[in-house]
């Protein structure tokens, strides 16, 4: 039996914020897990952290004009704004960035070598002529050979999940230029030999026989082909490679992003080991399906190849994919779906979270539809769950005085809570949290007809409210995991605990506070109107009059150390714009320089100057003035 659970999500990457699909399969699922089994009673920890390495991140740094640390770091606090509003707690949400992670990672690995299971070996990667830099991961594309997706990467299809080497790929192209003059160089890589531990890999997924089907099977088929993996890359940005001779060299982001979990563990507790070497723990893992052999075969080759005797993964709860609707793959650059930053600002959390764990993708690929958040939302949570409690609660406000009536159990109430609660450890137990909100569903299905049926109204029968309170509660403990604020409020109402063992223990004569509705439904119309609202269309862009412009004349503002007053020619006349640049250019860098105007603001007074513009930059590690690369006549307008 185990008395401790470590719970860890797949870390997000420092790319970009999440968006729901991401925040479906780990982030949430996680927390739901550690919420669980924190209500009954077990010594719970909930870990993960953002993954801050790899092309992902150094591509998107590259794009935005930046550098990766800057980005990560930017993006890294921006999803820890998004895990607090979406009520998700951590005992340590940290980033691979941290120094504990990177001393960790270095002495696994020296473990890994020392123990005969890294090799190095030189071999041919990608090379863009184009761009004169090595391809390694994401910053190769093509299509995928074994399901023929398009836009597969260099190391994985994220469609099918199959884990790839570049030179598989159909019709390669280089993510950066797009060309296709690629050749592959010799260099050399260190490797985690796989094939070497096959056997042992074998014998740990064979011992995990309830693993969900979608884990077992692409786990089972990733075992056939086994091969050495390597564990190094050609890249600036990541963990530098500790092997003797790997100067240059950096950790693959997927060979050391799972180690993380170790590592954030240690950052959070003294007593780390007892959740990584104890007999009494279980491990929960949420993610995305694409993560699958990440954590069924490479990571726990790691931990057997450094020969420390760790605690194997026990439970890995992996989702199908969640796309956008009629499938569409998110996609923020494509305007494609709600990422979580924007989610919030059309919809509070406990809506996201009720209707991305209903609706959680576990046995098949789903998408997103208005339609079925609308009915998840407005009849199943609010019209039947969150109903049901406050015309209960209401009733006892309205005729028992707001006090709970003494009463005798009804035994076919509560074998019907006895029963629900059953079904809904089972679904937790294999990791089916859509099939746990069912069970909680079932119960309110029979809750109301009992209320109904049962007409307390005409009889004022104290055991017909008494029981029906009775179930209340128990829907309401069982809520707790995946809306829990809503709870929350539930609890100022009617004083319960929100413990395990009080779902299936009465309710005691006490009195409440006056009910009312905690949620209200929602307008889909409205919804959508509000995520139109948020892109900004051509005649938004036209709005704003972007011209081109000529610096003529230039001045320092009295007392500010950052603005600069300047004389601007935008073709029919001079206008004055005032401008933070001081500490990046000077006065004669400025004059006569051409630049981008948005001409049609509103004026605005700066420091006593009226400003009637704004000139654009891109803001990084510095700030950099946008300009035309040819010499073009001030007045020009911008397409």
């Known amino acids: 039996m185990f008395r401790r659970v470590l719970v860890c999500s797949a870390w997000p990457y420092g790319s970009d914020v999440p968006h729901l699909g991401n925040l479906m399969s780990s982030l949430l699922s996680g927390d739901v897990f550690s919420r669980y089994y924190r209500m009954r009673g077990y010594d719970v920890l909930y870990v993960s952290g953002t993954d801050s390495h790899g092309t992902r991140v150094a591509f998107e740094a590259m794009k935005r004009g930046v550098s990766p640390r800057y980005l990560v770091e930017k993006v890294h606090n921006q999803i820890k704004n998004i895990i607090q509003a979406f009520n998700i707690e951590f005992d340590s949400y940290t980033w691979t960035e941290s120094d504990t992670h990177k001393k960790f990672v270095h002495e696994i690995y020296l473990k890994m070598y020392e123990n005969g299971y890294i090799s190095s070996h030189t071999e041919k990667r990608p090379y863009c002529n184009n761009c004169k830099i090595m391809l390694a991961d994401r910053f190769i594309v093509g299509t995928c050979p074994h399901c023929g997706y398009e836009f597969a990467k260099g190391n994985q299809c994220d469609k099918c999940g199959t884990l790839l080497e ?16 690629i050749t592959y160089k010799e260099t050399t890589h260190w490797f985690l030999d796989l094939d070497k531990l096959k056997p042992e890999i074998e014998k740990y997924i064979l011992s995990r026989k309830d693993w969900p089907a979608n884990v077992k099977n692409m786990s089972m088929n990733m075992l056939k082909n086994l091969r050495p993996r390597a564990v190094t890359r050609d890249l600036e940005w990541g963990i530098p490679a500790p092997f003797p001779g790997a100067e240059g060299k950096v950790i693959y982001v997927w060979a050391e992003a799972a180690l993380g979990y170790i590592s954030a563990t240690m950052e ?30 490479i990571f726990p080759a790691q931990l057997i190849a450094s020969g420390e005797n760790y605690h194997l993964p026990d439970c890995i709860f992996a989702t199908e994919y969640l796309n956008w609707e009629n499938g569409e793959a998110f996609s923020k650059s494509r305007s494609i779906g709600l990422f979580c930053d924007r989610a919030l600002q059309i919809l509070p959390a406990p809506y996201w979270r009720f209707y991305l764990m209903y609706d959680r993708p576990e046995s098949k690929d789903t998408s997103f539809s208005w339609a079925e958040l609308d009915k998840i939302i407005n009849q199943v949570l609010i019209g039947s769950m969150l109903n049901y409690i406050n015309r209960v609660l209401s009733f006892v406000n309205q005729f028992f005085n707001s006090i709970i009536p003494s009463g005798t159990v009804d035994g076919f109430v509560y074998d019907k809570i006895r029963e629900s609660l059953n079904e809904y450890d ?88 006056k009910a009312k509705p905690i949620l209200t439904k929602i307008s889909v119309v409205e919804l959508k109107k509000k995520v139109k609202e948020m892109y900004a269309t051509i005649d938004d862009l036209e709005k704003l009059g972007l011209r081109v412009g000529e610096i003529k004349a230039a001045s320092d503002i009295p007392k500010s150390d950052k603005l600069y007053k300047l004389t601007v020619d935008v073709g ?27 001409t049609n603001l509103k004026p605005a007074k700066i420091k006593g100057v009226l400003s009637e513009g704004m000139l654009l930059a891109a803001v990084g590690d510095g700030v950099s003035i946008l300009v035309p690369d040819r010499d073009v006549k001030p007045g020009c307008k911008i397409e």
């Not at 959070?268 to 075969?297: A, M, S």
């Open 268 to 297: 959070c507790t003294p007593d780390w080991r007892e959740y990584w070497f104890g007999d009494d723990v279980l491990q929960i893992y949420t993610q995305g399906k694409d993560n699958i052999p990440f954590h069924t075969i």
């Open 572 to 598: 029919d006349k001079l206008i004055t714009l005032v401008a933070g640049v001081k500490d990046q250019y000077t006065v004669n860098d400025l004059i006569g320089k051409k630049i981008v105007v948005a």
């Open 426 to 513: 089972s679904c937790f137990e294999k990791g089916s949290l859509a099939k746990a909100i069912k069970a909680i569903e079932s119960l309110t299905h029979f809750a109301n007809r009992y209320f109904q049926e049962n007409e307390p109204w005409k009889t004022k029968d104290k055991d017909v409210v008494f029981n029906s309170v009775y179930m209340a509660k128990a829907i309401s403990i069982m809520l707790y995991p995946f809306i829990p604020s809503v709870v929350e409020e539930i609890t100022k109402v009617y004083n319960f605990s929100v413990k395990y063992d009080e779902v299936l223990e009465p309710p005691k004569p006490v009195k409440i506070d």
């Open 166 to 181: 570049p030179d598989q790929l159909i019709n390669p192209h280089c993510e950066i230029c797009g060309g296709t003059n």
